[in-house]
């Protein structure tokens, strides 16, 4: 039985939604919160949307097992495949998360906005969707992000080959006078700072984690199953490796954290 002391339950391919969950514990600060980061089946965006389903219901299961509240996707690429389809088979609030180019387009002065994101997103229909009502003035740049989600998951975060990744995908932008950047994959909030050694301050980059936690605090208050009591415990469940995220998190890791290995 769900009750408001039971946990939000997040996931995504691996360690990067934990860009959002961060987010999310900020905005609600007494909240119970599960993690799955499904490191060992990462990257999800060179998968088929088949393939992106089967793993977020084997995701949705383990935390549905745990008795989460809602779950968060905190994944672009879940999100823009499997969302629909985990709305329809499982009785339990989802949140996605979609790549914010609605709000780049509004804001934009050169007309030009950039999107990074993985090739899944990119060719979702529900991302079509979205690009589809943007103004046909704004030139939206899409690129796909290979090897970025991989670098991130070995631990690769600073390294000269990201470096040299990272140029590769975000000169042309530069070259092509965009004002805005949108990161459509939850791992690329973490290379914010080497993006901004490329691209500089004047690009504005633009996440949609604020959003979702926004949203996450609204639909908890519509259910009426928002935690004011509770001293929250953490769980990050990963099925690779724990050291990974104990770096990523080594900056900010909540009291009442425990980072555990497991098999899902
Ligand atoms: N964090 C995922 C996203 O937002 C990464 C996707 C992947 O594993 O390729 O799309």
């Not at 002065?109 to 704004?138: C, Y």
């Amino acid at each position: 039985m769900v009750h408001t002391n039971s946990p939000i339950g997040f996931f995504d391919s691996g360690v990067g939604g934990t860009s959002i969950w961060k987010e999310v514990i900020t905005r609600l600060p007494k909240e119970h919160t599960i993690y799955l980061s499904d490191s060992e089946n990462a990257p999800y965006g060179e998968k088929s949307k088949e393939q992106i389903i089967a793993l977020c219901e084997k995701n949705t299961k383990f935390l549905l097992q745990k008795n989460c509240k809602i779950i968060v996707v905190a994944c672009n690429t879940a999100t823009t495949n499997a969302i629909d389809s985990l709305r329809s088979n499982y009785n339990i609030p989802f949140i996605g998360i979609e790549p914010a180019i609605k709000p780049a387009a509004l804001n934009t002065k050169t007309k030009k906005i950039a999107i990074l994101a993985t090739k899944g997103t990119l060719n979702s229909t529900l991302f079509e969707k979205t690009s589809s009502i943007i103004n046909k003035d704004i030139e939206v740049k899409e690129t796909t992000g290979k090897g970025l989600v991989e670098l991130i998951e070995d631990g690769k975060l600073n390294s000269k080959e990201m470096t040299s990744l990272l140029s590769s995908y975000l000169k042309p932008m530069i070259a092509n006078n965009i004002d805005s950047l949108v990161l459509g994959c939850t791992h690329y909030p973490y290379l914010i700072p080497q993006i901004k050694k490329i691209i500089g301050e004047k690009i504005q980059i633009i996440d949609s984690g604020e959003a979702v936690a926004k949203q996450t605090q609204v639909i908890l208050n519509k259910y009426n199953i928002a935690n004011t009591h509770s001293n929250p415990q953490h769980i990050i469940y990963t099925n690779k490796d724990t050291a990974i995220l104990q770096n990523l998190l080594s900056k900010c890791i909540p009291e009442n954290l425990r980072i555990l290995k497991a098999k899902f």
